[in-house]
C-alpha cells in the first residue's frame, strides 16, 4: 500500500527463535512447512500484501549466514535487508528501526513475529490504513475460552469476564515517528510488545480485528496446525 501524500511503508520482521520449545536443534523460524521455510512464508506474505513495502528481517547474528544458505539454496528471490537482533526484543526491533532511512518522516511501519506466516492479507492492509490515518494498530482476538485469574499473593483463583480481554497478535503498525519516539525510552521487562512501548510513552492503542489462522509457531502442535493451513485443510484469506 503507497500513499502518495505520505512515506514508504515498512515491515521489520524479527525472528529470534532458538527452536527450544519445538524441541528441535534448527530454530523454529527455519522449520519447513510445504516444503519452505516458516520465515519465507511470512515474508512472501507481506510482499503481496504490500507489494512497495521496505521490509527488514531482523535475526541473531549466529544465524544470518545460516539464513544466506537457505536463501541461495532455494532461489528466494523477495528483496529484503537483514539486520542483526539484540539482547531482548525490544533490542531486536530497536536495531531494525535504526535501520530504517533517517530522513523518513511520514512512513508507517509494521512490527511482525517472524514464525506468524498466516496473517491475512485484508487485516495487514487494514492496519497500514489506519496507521497512516495516524493511528496506533494492534489485530486482537476475542477470547473463547473460560479464564480464570490466579492471586499471587494467596494462590487462589477466581473467574474473570472474558469479554473484558483480547488475545494480542502481529503486525502491530505504526506512523514511524511514534514508534521511533517510543523507542528512545528505557529498556523494561514491562515491554511485552509494541503497543506496550508506545502506551509507556503516552500512545493510545486502536484495537482492528486480527484473524484466526495468524498462530504464533512455537510448538510442535502449532507446526501441526500450520501445515494443516498450508495444504488448503484450513481457511486463509
Not at 2 to 19: F, H, K, M, R, T
Not at 110 to 126: C, L, M, N
Not at 167 to 176: E, G, K, R, S, Y
Request: proline fraction near 5%; hydrophobic fraction near 40%; charge should be negative.
Amino acid at each position: 500500500m503507497q500513499n502518495p501524500e505520505c512515506g514508504l511503508d515498512y515491515v521489520v520482521i524479527v525472528a529470534g527463535g532458538s527452536g527450544r520449545r519445538m524441541g528441535s536443534d534448527v530454530p523454529k523460524q527455519f522449520l519447513e512447512i510445504e516444503g519452505k521455510p516458516i520465515l519465507m512464508h511470512t515474508i512472501e506474505r507481506f510482499r503481496a500484501a504490500l507489494p512497495e513495502a521496505g521490509l527488514v528481517l531482523v535475526l541473531p547474528q549466529e544465524q544470518m549466514a545460516y539464513w544466506d544458505r537457505l536463501c541461495r539454496a532455494s532461489t528466494f528471490a523477495v528483496s529484503h535487508t537483514v539486520v542483526k537482533g539484540g539482547a531482548t526484543r525490544f533490542h531486536s526491533v530497536l536495531n531494525g528501526l535504526n535501520a530504517l532511512p533517517e530522513e523518513e518522516k511520514h512512513a508507517v511501519v509494521a512490527i511482525h513475529d517472524g514464525v506468524r506466516p498466516f496473517v491475512a492479507s485484508e487485516v495487514i492492509r487494514h492496519a497500514f490504513q489506519l496507521a497512516h490515518e495516524g493511528k496506533n494498530v494492534v489485530p486482537v482476538l476475542s477470547v473463547v475460552e473460560s479464564l480464570r485469574r490466579i492471586d499471587g499473593e494467596t494462590g487462589l483463583s477466581h473467574a474473570v469476564n472474558r469479554q473484558e480481554y483480547y488475545a494480542v497478535q502481529t503486525p502491530q503498525v505504526f506512523p514511524l515517528e511514534v514508534l521511533r519516539r517510543a523507542y528512545r525510552q528505557t529498556y523494561h521487562e514491562g515491554f511485552t510488545d509494541d503497543a506496550s512501548v508506545v502506551e509507556q510513552d503516552g500512545g493510545l492503542i486502536s484495537l482492528i480485528p486480527g484473524n484466526r489462522e495468524n498462530i504464533k509457531i512455537t510448538t510442535p502442535f502449532d507446526l501441526a496446525i500450520a501445515r494443516e493451513i498450508l495444504s488448503g485443510k484450513g481457511a486463509l484469506t
